[in-house]
């Protein structure tokens, strides 16, 4: 690849408004996955690295996390959606050993009264990872909802759930506040992991991918996307996104069937004249 990131265009990033991640399969060559997983099975990766530091400064030159970081794709999901100079929040080497249970369904972020500003989570499956392997599975459009933390623990097999089954080299990002768990490992003998790296953003989260098209037929129709398992309440997801995006996009006259406008400053002399 010739650029040194690619930004996210309006479509892909309509789908992370409506759906609260993006998948990008096998994007890291297969030796970065193999030394990736290496050093993964080093427990001195379990500890956190100097939290709050710019991201860029967090891994040294020569680590795998380093060039991870600044592969064109990851490093493009990254400037488009928390700008160029992230904070580094925490990662971590999640390990679902062989015989595991399921972990209950959670969203990570307890407390974050943001309403349109938000941290991602960048995962990467180092290995493949099948079914078997458990891989992590999300809710779909469950971001704005938001929960504290384990009280969503009781729900399961909610309509409409994707498990991250996937190849080695696959890259899913995702808002925080995604609903999420790991699936049980069914295999006899193999370890799965999964990289998880947090960041927040330090600058306005707003016109920071390639923002062409952001009112087009086809971004409409991504953003007002229904899930099996909103019911009547899709409207409510529809209002939530079309908020998101004017932020996204700085254009704050967009909607979606008037959810905001709605709700928006009424004349005053409304219900006098
Ligand atoms: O191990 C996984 O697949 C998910 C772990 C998890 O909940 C997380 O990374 O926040
Ligand atoms: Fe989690």
């Not at 399921?102 to 960048?122: G, K, S, W, Y």
């Not at 392997?133 to 994707?162: A, C, D, W």
């Not at 309440?233 to 908020?243: G, L």
């Not at 909607?255 to 009424?266: F, K, P, T, Y």
Request: positive net charge; hydrophobic residues 35%.
């Amino acid at each position: 690849m010739s650029k040194d990131s690619e930004l996210l265009n309006v479509k892909q990033m309509a789908e992370f408004t409506a759906n609260g991640f993006l998948r990008f399969d096998e994007v890291i060559p297969r030796e970065l996955c193999e030394k990736f997983y290496d050093y993964l099975r080093d427990a001195k990766q379990k500890i956190y690295k100097k939290r709050g530091q710019l991201l860029w400064d967090t891994w040294e030159e020569g680590t795998p996390v380093y060039e991870f970081i600044r592969h064109p794709i990851v490093k493009g999901l990254i400037y488009s959606l928390v700008g160029r100079n992230p904070r580094y929040d925490h990662h971590f080497p999640h390990e679902t050993r062989p015989g595991s249970r399921v972990q209950a369904l959670h969203q990570d972020a307890e407390f974050d009264p943001r309403r349109t500003a938000f941290d991602i989570q960048i995962s990467f499956f180092p290995q493949d990872t099948p079914k078997l392997l458990g891989g992590t599975r999300f809710l779909p459009s469950s971001h704005f909802r938001k929960v504290n933390e384990s009280v969503i623990g009781r729900y399961q097999h909610i309509k409409g759930m994707v498990q991250c089954e996937c190849k080695a080299g696959t890259v899913v990002v995702w808002h925080t506040d995604l609903w999420h768990g790991a699936q049980p490992n069914q295999s006899q003998d193999q370890i799965r992991y999964m990289f998880k790296l947090r960041l927040n953003p330090m600058e306005r989260q707003q016109k920071l991918f390639d923002t062409t098209g952001y009112d087009s037929q086809e971004v409409r129709q991504i953003l007002s996307k229904r899930f099996p398992w909103h019911g009547q309440s899709s409207r409510r997801e529809e209002f939530m996104r079309a908020r998101f995006w004017r932020e996204l996009t700085g254009q704050y006259d967009f909607d979606l069937d008037m959810w905001n406008l709605r709700n928006e400053a009424i004349p005053t002399n409304r219900y006098f004249n």
